[in-house]
């Protein structure tokens, strides 16, 4: 009887922890939706777990770098990690990358600010919808800097695709990207240098989505952005894009609301 009530005393102590640490989180929150993450929080982190659990290159943890040049002060967390066995080569790729994920109760938070804000309410298969498209864009990871390998053109054959400040970016110096369609494999030296990219090593334009939920530009648009970032269109992807990213992501960090999430659930929840 005493290890019963020590256990339900514990599950009631680690509950009322949750809801101490959301209550600093809900700070400025609409209270309709502080009402139902109070009830419904437990449940929408554990299908966040679920989601951060897709992070594959969250492998290897080297260590925290909190002095990332415009990512100071954020717990930023160096990775290396290797692919699959590529159908190609008969090998696993090895990268390194820096990463700022969220934690599944962060996620969760976000997710579920996103669709209020988006709808008004907080359904769960809305909720679900928003989730599951960040589990199969991006895991839930948030690549500050580094190189993502991904097989979404072959399956089983991981191509490396550089990023800066969660968008996809382009080396300018042509000697330090693989060139070889068949191989794509980075040297070490590929690696490391780009692990501290500035926008002078980048050609001009970006790729076209924003981590963690694949916003693009016009996206942002709609919800209400003002900088001037460009569009979609080749030739058209600025560089701002990487900017502006970086710095909604780090303002998202420290509250309940991810603008690049917001913009994402306001198109694809209200789409006919």
Known sequence: ?????????????????????????????????????????????????????????????????????????????????????????????????LMLNPSPEKLAIWIADAVFNATGS????????????????????????GVVYEDMYVPGHYEPHVFKDGVTVYIADTTMFPQVKENRTCTEEMLDFYLTLTNDDLKPNTGRYARISSTTREMYYAAGGEAAVGSSLEGKRDQAWLDEVGRLYRKAWKSHHNELITAFAKYKLNQE
């Open 122 to 145: 907080v359904l769960y298969e809305d909720f679900e919808t928003i989730r599951q498209w960040i589990q199969w864009q991006s895991g839930a990871q948030f690549p500050v800097s």
């Open 1 to 97: 009887m005493k290890t019963i009530r020590f256990i339900i005393l514990t599950s009631c102590c680690a509950f009322c922890c949750l809801l101490c640490s959301c209550n600093r989180t809900f700070i400025g929150m609409d209270s309709a939706l502080k009402k139902y993450l109070k009830d419904s929080l437990p449940v929408l982190t554990a299908r966040c777990e679920t989601t951060l659990e897709a992070a594959y290159m969250a492998q290897t943890l080297i260590g925290e770098v909190t002095d990332h040049p415009g990512w100071e002060g954020y717990p930023v967390q160096q990775y290396e990690y290797f692919t699959g066995i590529d159908k190609r080569l008969g090998v696993a790729k090895k990268g390194k990358v």
